[in-house]
């Protein structure tokens, strides 16, 4: 939120995300998402235009409450 806070001026956004419980090596396979399914939220937010959210945290179903 830091991050995001000093460089909203320069027009760079700075979001985390959930991809949900992704299978992959790092969970020996136990997960229970495709690669593609938690792929989506973060191509989603490495795409949004300038004007788009920053300093959120969010998921393919909204931001994650924390
Ligand atoms: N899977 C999930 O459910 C999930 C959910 C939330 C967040 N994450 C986070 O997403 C990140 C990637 O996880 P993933 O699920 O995509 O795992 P992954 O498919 O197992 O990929 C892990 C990657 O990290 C590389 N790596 C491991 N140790 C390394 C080291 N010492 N130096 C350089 N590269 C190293 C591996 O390289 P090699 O292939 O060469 O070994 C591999 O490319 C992790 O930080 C994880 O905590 C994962």
Redesign the pocket.
């Known amino acids: 939120m830091q991050y995001a806070n000093e460089l909203r001026k320069n027009g760079i956004l700075i979001n985390a995300a959930?991809?949900?419980?992704?299978d992959?090596?790092?969970?020996n396979h136990s997960?229970y998402v495709t690669v593609a399914q938690?792929a989506a939220v973060l191509v989603r937010l490495a795409t949004l235009g300038g004007d788009g959210p920053t300093s959120g945290f969010v998921s393919e179903d909204g931001p994650v409450p924390w």
């Open positions: 959930d991809p949900g419980y992704v992959t090596e790092i969970n997960g938690g």
